[in-house]
């Protein structure tokens, strides 16, 4: 491949890059111990506002917080519809009632993910790009949706083989919509690279879910990791 | 004054120490500290305010309060809070527990709390000595009287609570009710309004249930709900008679034959601005001697509105309405010209109000602001208004600027 070429990719990939990091957002991350592998955004909201301990499946969660940074900022505009100096307030409210305690606070996406791995039944969140070994990630349903949807049948995306060579990766972003008997309707790109975006839909048109009581939407995020 | 600024200078420099560690171990259990304190400044025109010679200027206005707090299980919560302040005659530095309680939460949909248990009714009735958490430096006080905190504050006694999802994304039910005791300060605003009526109290007590229900509707931002309360209340004390002031003191006791309280409260927010209003009736009978009983209706309602501009800065703007109507044997009170006459000046404070409020950094904020009072409810009940500071007599309108200032860590 010419030197051009290449430079052109890679700017081409630097531009998706930027375009994507606009949208790039959180993941909702939680102990081995958390049973579940999805929540639903109000489930997730109630957790954070510490109105309920307990998740639909019975694990028992601890939230942990970031203290600042656009972690954080993006975490509340997203699900929690308020800004850091409101829910700092809202916190120290249940304090100061006897009705709470305040959130384990942390200063950095490391600080969470180190936390979260070692400590029962936390969850957490970390910049959508933030490796996360030793945790597992949550993939978020609809809001409102009550009723968490399993992956039955997972098929692999392939990895295009040019930016394989050239050791080019990310993690896209999509949402799925799940008919009600499991299948997969619609895949919807909410940010990444757009050429790997192509085959993680194609893949994850393939995929199948456990039946629900209606149709639902998750969140899912597919890493590309050269090897 | 003097001795409550030191004070609070002293509990600022402790919290600056705090601040680097708020929590510490026993038995291999976090234990929170957390605290927050408050000087407020007022200064009126027409008349003297919230029992501070406040036509003078007055500094009479201090609270702050510290709590424990520790998780004991996944479930099991336990802790406490000392909450002490001084506003004008009321309080005088005594300090009180606020709160203490084991909350054990079996279910996201039932939780029990028991021991002295703040009590919710309205949207801050539990939250309202938090100055910090508001953006105006006084709560409408037709509806969150300060100067009567201590009717409403807490109970000693139980509550059961929970959260409630409702299907087809309807949004969730939050629920509490609650039963136990109230206990008031002698050194609080009812039993000091008294004192001018040749009534002393030795105790002010007796017991409180009700509850709450509140819906966080599917509307994103909109919660709304109602409050109940109803009470039983002994004053136990002395006083002369109206009727025999020959007789000097004598001993009473005295229990309200009725006593509740209503409220319906909304709450919009939607990104940067909040908008809230509540209603909030209340309704007392209090026999005054064998034969003579007094009944008061309270109703009261506001409207506020905040905005925030930036990270630190929010404004806000509120009206609040008060009007109470007192009657015996449900004819008009005698001794009370138009006692049921809302638009005497005796029953009535409509107070208009606009507020800044700026955080310097996480932990302190300064507020400015002003009310524009007309009427100052002084019957039978008090609404900030009391003949004590204002013996020449009450005019019809007040001026109010508010300077408050404080911190929490």
């Known amino acids: ?227 | 004054m003097r001795r409550g600024i030191v004070r609070l200078a002293l509990l600022c420099l402790w919290a600056g120490r705090l601040g680097q560690a708020q929590e510490f171990k026993i038995c291999d259990r976090t234990v929170q500290v957390h605290g927050f304190a408050s000087q407020g400044f007022v200064y009126t025109s027409g008349n003297n305010w919230l029992t501070m010679n406040s036509n003078a200027g007055s500094g009479a206005m201090t609270d702050m309060g510290l709590s424990l707090t520790s998780q004991l299980s996944d479930k099991l919560r336990v802790g406490g809070q000392v909450y002490d302040r001084n506003l004008g005659e009321l309080g005088q530095w005594h300090p009180s527990l606020d709160w203490a309680v084991a909350d054990y939460r079996f279910k996201n949909w039932l939780g029990v709390r028991g021991g002295k248990v703040k009590t919710t009714l309205g949207l801050y009735n539990d939250s309202q000595d938090l100055s910090f958490a508001h953006v105006f430096a006084l709560l409408p006080q037709g509806t969150y009287p300060t100067d009567l905190r201590d009717a409403t504050i807490a109970h000693t006694g139980g509550d059961l609570y929970g959260n409630i999802p409702l299907q087809h994304e309807a949004g969730e039910i939050a629920y509490t009710a609650y039963a136990g005791r109230r206990s008031d300060s002698i050194y609080s605003g009812y039993p000091y309004l008294l004192q001018d009526w040749q009534v002393f109290f030795r105790s002010f007590q007796g017991w409180q249930y009700g509850g709450d229900l509140r819906w966080t509707t599917p509307v994103n931002g909109l919660t709304i709900g109602a409050s109940r309360m109803n009470q039983s209340i002994t004053g136990k004390g002395t006083f002369v008679s109206l009727f025999d002031p020959g007789a000097g003191l004598v001993p009473f006791e005295r229990t309200t034959k009725a006593y509740r309280t209503n409220m319906f409260y909304g709450e919009y927010m939607v990104r940067r601005l909040r908008i809230d209003a509540e209603y909030r009736r209340d309704f007392f009978d209090i026999p005054y001697v064998p034969g003579v009983e007094l009944q008061t209706n309270i109703h009261a309602w506001y409207i506020a509105g905040s905005y925030r501009i930036g990270k630190r800065v929010q404004v806000g703007s509120y009206y609040s309405h008060y009007v109470t109507q007192n009657t015996s044997g449900g004819a008009a009170l005698a001794p009370i010209i138009g006692s049921t006459d809302p638009s005497q000046p005796w029953n009535h404070v409509y107070d208009k109000v606009i507020s800044g409020h700026v955080d310097l950094n996480r932990f302190c904020y300064v507020k400015v602001e002003g009310h524009f009072m007309n009427g100052y409810g002084w019957a039978t009940y008090p609404n900030g208004f009391y003949l004590q500071q204002n013996p020449q007599g009450f005019q019809t309108n007040t001026n109010a600027l508010v300077v408050k200032t404080g911190f929490h860590f």
């Open chain 1, 1 to 227: 491949m010419k030197a051009s070429t290449r430079w052109l990719i890679t700017a081409a990939f630097a531009v998706c890059g930027a375009l994507s990091a606009r949208a790039a957002e959180v993941k909702i991350i939680a102990n081995q111990s958390v049973t579940t592998d999805s929540i639903s955004a109000s489930e997730l909201k109630s957790v954070f506002l510490l109105q309920r301990r307990a998740l639909q499946d019975g694990s028992i969660v601890v939230p942990v917080v970031q203290k600042s940074g656009a972690t954080q900022a993006s975490f509340l505009r997203e699900y929690m519809d308020r800004n850091p100096e409101e829910i700092r307030t809202y916190y120290y409210g249940l304090v100061f009632t006897g009705k709470g305690l305040m959130p384990k606070e942390l200063h950095s996406d490391a600080e969470v993910v180190a936390y979260v791995a070692r400590t029962k039944g936390a969850i957490g969140y970390v910049n959508i790009d933030f490796p996360t070994n030793g945790v597992k990630v949550l993939a978020i349903s609809q809001a409102g949706a009550s009723f968490a949807r399993q992956l039955v049948t997972r098929v692999e995306p392939e990895y295009p083989e040019t930016l394989q060579r050239l050791q080019i990766g990310g993690t896209v972003r999509l949402i799925v919509t799940i008919s009600a008997k499991g299948s997969v309707e619609g895949v919807q790109l909410l940010g990444g690279n757009p050429i790997l975006a192509e085959p993680a839909i194609k893949a994850v048109k393939q995929w199948v879910y456990s039946p629900g009581p209606s149709r639902s939407m998750l969140e899912v995020s597919i890493p590309f990791i050269p090897k």
